[in-house]
């Protein structure tokens, strides 16, 4: 079975602490179109308001731009988070990215004190790339309801009454 391309919505917004709330309103409502469960959804805002906020306090003198990107997939939504306003080519990117190590500081990660130890627990995979800037892929994957589904079945078994 082919993998469809996966559909990409990008965005640009000012590295300003007032953006980053759009940032994470924007991740809660593509989340819920894509099927994402409420505490999911809420562990993605947590995790890209992290993404931001390392951005917005660390990647700047002054002035500057992230660039959010959302992949959807039938079974995941991946999260990039990137700084230094440039565009980047995502294939180029990928081909240089690394697992997280959270005991290693990439250019000081501790938005709020938590920082990549955070981003990590909420998501389920997260990958780096520091070579020009920081670009930052969060992964969660579509697991389901399996309580719903399961209790939808049962209720079809049941004798009506």
Do not use: W
């Amino acid at each position: 079975m082919k993998q469809h391309e996966a559909d990409h919505i990008q965005m640009s917004v000012p590295a300003k602490p007032e953006y980053v709330g759009v940032v994470r309103l924007t991740v809660s409502g593509i989340a819920n179109r894509v099927g994402f469960s409420y505490d999911d959804i809420e562990d993605m805002k947590i995790a890209v308001a992290e993404a931001c906020t390392n951005v917005v306090n660390h990647a700047y003198e002054e002035g500057g731009v992230m660039n959010v990107s959302y992949f959807l997939y039938d079974d995941r939504l991946e999260i990039v988070v990137a700084d230094r306003g440039q565009s980047f080519d995502i294939g180029s990117v990928r081909e240089k990215l690394g697992p997280v190590d959270p005991n290693r500081p990439v250019v000081d990660l501790k938005e709020g004190g938590l920082g990549l130890f955070l981003i990590n627990t909420l998501m389920d995979k997260v990958e780096i790339n520091d070579e020009s800037g920081i670009v930052l892929i969060m992964t969660k994957f579509l697991h389901g309801d399996e309580v719903e589904r399961d209790v939808e079945r049962i209720s079809q078994t049941q004798p009506e009454q």
